[in-house]
């Protein structure tokens, strides 16, 4: 099994509508995060999470939220889908006592039409 | 403001030469630095980093070169292999306090011609 779980791998949804991604990880870190990666723009941050009690915005947030349900569980939901956050998703985890290193799960393929 | 640039898209190298794949950073404050390899349809995978106190750290066939007075950093393969072929992104840190996540650039395309 995949230490980091992102379901589901490819969604392909309508204009307006609600979506969640989900990520679980079984490494025991405690940080989350989700980055959404377009071509031509690498890596960005959408939010993170230090721990269970705490939620931060990235670098592109607007029209996004997030939920951290448990240590191993780290949800992204779109409100309101619009076509411009068609892109592939990554969920990442890290324990900031080894170094920073970042696990990723294999990502979402989301399409909004 | 771009804190982690890759000004190289993509680099096309032939099998066996060096592959080397360049990182520049802006924030004076980063002091770990990562390169993560990504084949389509998977997520990044970490392949080697180096902190700030070494200029130099090797792992088999890859080896990392931090100058850190010119804000650069290198990635060289020695020798490229065709499944070398992949995104590769530089990333940053200001571990040990890592009060930020990772900065990531945009990536390099690297495709090892057999």
């Known amino acids: 099994d995949a230490d980091v779980t992102q379901t589901p791998r490819n969604r392909i949804t309508k204009t307006g509508k609600r979506i969640m991604l989900e990520c679980s990880q079984t490494?025991?870190?405690?940080?989350m995060y989700w980055y959404r990666q377009d071509p031509g723009l690498g890596l960005r941050l959408i939010y993170y999470?230090?721990?269970?009690?705490?939620?931060n915005k990235g670098e592109i947030s607007d029209g996004y939220s997030v939920s951290r349900q448990a240590q191993a569980k780290f949800s992204l939901s779109l409100e309101s889908a619009i076509p411009n956050q068609t892109a592939l998703y990554f969920c990442?985890?890290?324990?900031?006592?080894?170094?920073?290193?970042?696990?990723f799960g294999s990502g979402t393929r989301l399409t909004v039409v | 403001d771009q804190q982690v640039k890759q000004n190289s898209p993509s680099l096309s190298v032939q099998e066996g030469r060096i592959s080397i794949l360049n990182c520049d950073y802006t924030n004076s404050m980063f002091d770990y630095f990562l390169w993560y390899k990504k084949y389509p349809a998977e997520g990044p995978t970490f392949l080697i980093s180096i902190s700030s106190i070494k200029d130099k750290n090797e792992d088999g066939r890859f080896t990392v070169f931090l100058n850190k007075s010119a804000k650069h950093l290198s990635l060289h393969i020695v020798p490229s292999q065709p499944g070398d072929s992949a995104v590769y992104f530089c990333?940053?840190?200001?571990?040990?306090?890592?009060?930020?996540?990772?900065?990531f650039g945009k990536g390099t395309r690297l495709s090892v011609i057999a």
């Open positions: 490494k025991g870190h405690d940080r």
């Open positions: 990333a940053a840190s200001d571990y040990p306090s890592g009060n930020t996540p990772l900065v």
């Open positions: 999470s230090f721990d269970v009690k705490d939620i």
């Open positions: 990442a985890t890290s324990d900031h006592s080894r170094g920073n290193d970042y696990t």
